[in-house]
């Protein structure tokens, strides 16, 4: 005989829809969830000024670069840096939210996307723009500053992603 107790004769519940995304998105954030996202969300500003002082040490000699190759690239790494940015503030939680992601991956998909803009800056400085990385840069720790989490933000995502099953 097994030690597991008889649920034979035990009436199953299927929960609904609502019931299993009010488990999974509770009222309130799990306890440390926003402490750890902090640390997350801090670490990704860090960042950006890790990468402008590896930009600023390791600057190569931009003499024996195409200046018109670099400049011609500014314009694409430019609407990528757009794009990324309206990504991260707007599509992204929509999305997230729509698809049931948890908030912590949500969150940091968006802190990924913002990151992306620095990079896209250093891409430029290496390539002979040397003005560019600290604006991509300055760009990106914005953007990731304005979206520290907070208990709010967990409550507007736990709103959106309650009411996208009605």
Excluded at 4 to 29: G, I, K, V, Y
Excluded at 85 to 97: D, K
Aim: charged content about 15%.
């Amino acid at each position: 005989m097994s030690d597991l107790p008889d649920r034979s004769h035990t009436p199953s519940r299927n929960p609904s829809r609502e019931d299993m995304l009010a488990t999974r998105f509770p009222a309130e954030p799990r306890p440390g969830q926003l402490f750890i996202l902090r640390i997350l969300w801090a670490a990704f500003v860090a960042t950006q000024g890790v990468f402008a002082v590896v930009y600023s040490l390791a600057a190569v000699d931009v003499s024996g670069q195409d200046p018109e190759a670099a400049a011609a690239m500014l314009p694409i790494f430019l609407g990528l840096a757009l794009l990324m940015a309206g990504a991260s503030l707007f599509a992204a939680p929509i999305y997230a939210a729509k698809a049931k992601l948890d908030y912590q991956v949500a969150t940091l998909f968006r802190f990924a996307m913002a990151e992306a803009i620095g990079i896209f800056g250093l891409v430029l400085g290496f390539m002979g723009l040397e003005l560019y990385p600290f604006v991509f840069l300055g760009a990106s720790a914005l953007l990731i500053l304005v979206q520290m989490p907070t208990e709010t933000t967990y409550q507007r995502y736990r709103k959106e992603c309650l009411s996208s099953v009605r």
